[in-house]
């Protein structure tokens, strides 16, 4: 056997036996590693500021603002551009942030881990749809509902959390494929599995009962609110194949709003990248292509790890959210087999007579065959400030995965 097909062997069965499981809520300063004041952390490969999308950068306005930082949007500006504030990805501190990812110090952040490895990954709790810091907008309200988050959701969640134990985010995500769900896109099955785990604990707590029960009606209120918990356990499942030499597995896929970045496990924490691609999708009432912005976010972890677009064929529904129509979905996952090493142990569809969903990019399937990973996402306003305006389909660019083929030769030779 090749070297690469033994590492790919092992990269798979250690994807394969991977538990991600949520431990608690904490803030990100106190848990995140590397995090603190200064720091900034954004989705997708690095970026600096001259370089970022209208959303990223309003994502980072709201987040200056939020921690105190700066008072006015021209104040954060100036801040940002001044070399004072660091930017780096969340993937380089364990890590996924949604949409623009931004993640400061203050915030507070799931914990999961994977009991089989010990690996630890974070992320932020979900904000809901619409006007939201993801999406790069920062108005009051947007900082209000993240004060509230902070105050009253984190902490009456994280009690909860404790009275209950460690719940196996694996288990709820199979669970929620089974219920029509593909964990990016649609979560309307996780989110409710996660309020049937959390709420007899939640009535249990010693916060006001008026708070417990606004925490459970804006989960309740937000069906993408397990999509911050299928990232990052997606995250821990794909962090447990990282750095195995030889191995031409991809582990991480993600995107700021002006690049696409991919990194290999057998190409040490190296970046490849190319530019961000346009979304074919739906769009909100009054908006169309020309407002939006290029792909964004580390969402796309869950097509890595075999969800999300991958997994398609488990939530024909979501077409009416991103375009298309079942028999897409269903031909979308059957194409994303040709370019995997496996099919998931855990993760079964039912449509496809409980076949497990196509995991384990290869990079030289991808090259080889020229098909690429199918990815559904949000779409942001290409303005800072807007928010969300619509839903869609797109895939990474082929240079990517061409780059890291030639790295990895040259690597390997």
């Not at 990232?231 to 962090?239: D, L, N, T, Y």
């Not at 190296?270 to 909100?284: E, N, S, Y």
């Amino acid at each position: 056997m090749a070297d690469y097909e033994t590492a790919n062997a092992e990269a798979i069965a250690r994807i394969q036996k991977a538990q991600p499981v949520l431990k608690g809520i904490d803030v990100a300063e106190k848990v995140v590693p590397g995090m603190r004041k200064n720091l900034i952390l954004h989705a997708g490969p690095p970026i600096e500021w001259e370089k970022m999308s209208g959303p990223l950068r309003g994502a980072v306005i709201g987040g200056l603002m939020y921690e105190g930082l700066a008072k006015t949007k021209e104040e954060a500006e100036a801040l940002a551009a001044s070399g004072e504030i660091a930017f780096e990805p969340w993937h380089e501190h364990s890590g996924v942030g949604p949409m623009a990812g931004v993640a400061t110090a203050r915030m507070p952040v799931f914990i999961v881990e994977n009991e089989t490895h010990g690996n630890r990954t974070f992320c932020t709790l979900n904000e809901g749809l619409g006007k939201v810091l993801r999406y790069g907008a920062y108005s009051e309200e947007v900082l209000e509902r993240l004060r509230w988050m902070e105050a009253v959701l984190a902490p009456v969640l994280a009690e909860a959390l404790e009275k209950h134990g460690p719940i196996n985010l694996k288990t709820l995500i199979a669970q929620a494929l089974q219920m029509g769900d593909e964990v990016h896109n649609r979560n309307r099955a996780g989110t409710s599995l996660f309020i049937r785990e959390i709420a007899p604990f939640l009535l249990e707590g010693t916060s006001a009962v008026k708070e417990r029960r606004r925490v459970l009606e804006f989960i309740n209120g937000n069906d993408h609110f397990f999509l911050n918990l299928s990232m990052p356990a997606a995250k821990a499942i794909m962090q447990s194949a990282e750095w195995i030499e030889g191995s031409t597995i991809v582990t991480t896929m993600a995107r700021n709003g002006t690049e696409f970045g991919i990194r290999v496990a057998g190409l040490k924490e190296r970046w490849f990248t190319g530019p961000a691609q346009v979304i074919d999708g739906l769009f909100f009432p009054g908006y169309s292509v020309k407002d939006a912005n290029p792909d964004i976010g580390d969402s796309a972890i869950t097509e890595t790890c075999g969800l999300g677009g991958f997994s398609m064929a488990a939530a024909p529904a979501i077409v009416k959210f991103v375009g298309g129509a079942a028999s897409d979905a269903l031909n979308f996952t059957r194409k994303m087999y040709e370019i995997t090493m496996a099919e998931s142990e855990s993760f079964q569809i039912p449509a496809l007579d409980f076949r497990g969903s196509p995991t384990g990019i290869d990079i030289m399937k991808v090259c080889e065959l020229g098909i690429l990973p199918q990815i559904n996402t949000g779409i942001a306003h290409k303005e800072p400030g807007v928010g969300q305006v619509g839903a869609g389909l797109v895939n990474p660019p082929m240079e990517c995965f061409e780059r890291a083929l030639e790295a990895y030769a040259e690597t390997y030779a």
